[in-house]
């Protein structure tokens, strides 16, 4: 990170599948965020990261790629929304992509979830996605196609919790599948225009956040969840940002609207262990 707070970093020259293009990543200081930030800037990338809290450490890409920046930011505030997007258009001149992994755990039955708790879920995964789909949007409008009228990708982090229910999701469940819904309509909305929008919708991933769900006591929860992967394991990050890539990149030019659970078979169906009792 140099003294105005940038961090810088760099890639191998070759085929970069985002070479050149300008990306916002929100969350971009933990987790699936931060994961993302590294393999853009890696594929060539100019990366816009921005979080509420500042990156814990630095990124870890070769000396020879593009800069990423770095802004503190709520996404909660639209103000400061805006401003960013302004921002990144002054400073690059257009925006092709955004991956909005800005996102908070929370939840519980109902009938124990106080109001605070989930508006404070509810307006960091689902308004702060919308604000930032908003103003990310509004500049694509108004930036030329590319030669395949194609004018950017708007890939949002939803979860397997949008798609199906878990006990004890409520807001945390409410938000992520409003998260689905809403970017189905951007691609219904702005499809026309040449602005591609998707969903991943990530299974259970080790990141910080996930530590945090499943402290001391909590071992046999965790174990359950893992088994109900079928792959019988915790997701990376980086599996999360591979799947951001390749949507954010040209080679995904005829997909928009999927919602893309990345989950290790999380929600392929259920596993009664009928192969396991015969010998499988
Ligand atoms: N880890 C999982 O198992 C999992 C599974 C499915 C979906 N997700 C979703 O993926 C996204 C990333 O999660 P993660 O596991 O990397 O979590 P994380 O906690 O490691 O990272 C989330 C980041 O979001 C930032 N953030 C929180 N509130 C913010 C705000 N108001 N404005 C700006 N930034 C804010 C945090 O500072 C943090 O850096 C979230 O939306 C999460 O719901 C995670």
Known sequence: ?????????????????????????????????????????????????????????????????????????????????????????????????????????????????????WDLVLDINLKGTFLTAKHVVTAMLRQAPDGDGQRGSIVTIASVEGLEGTAGGSSYNASKGGVVLLTKNLAIDYGRQGVRANCICPGFIDTPMLRGVFGPGMEETRADIVHEHKLRRLGRPSEIASAALFLLSNDASFVSGAALPVDGGYTAGRDHGVTEMLGL
């Open 1 to 117: 990170m140099d003294s105005t707070g940038r961090l810088r970093c760099c890639s191998m020259a070759g085929t970069r599948r985002l070479d050149g293009k300008v990306v916002l990543v929100t969350g971009s200081s933990s987790g699936i965020g931060e994961a993302c930030v590294e393999r853009f800037a890696r594929e060539g990338a100019i990366v816009a990261g921005a979080d509420l809290n500042p990156p814990a450490r630095g990124l870890d890409v070769p000396d020879d790629v593009p800069a990423v920046s770095f802004s503190l930011l709520d996404v909660r505030d639209e103000g400061a929304t805006e401003q960013l997007v302004a921002d990144i258009l002054g400073e690059h001149g257009r925006i092709d992509g955004v991956v909005t992994a800005a996102g908070v755990a929370g939840g519980g039955p109902a009938h124990m979830v106080d109001e605070q708790q």
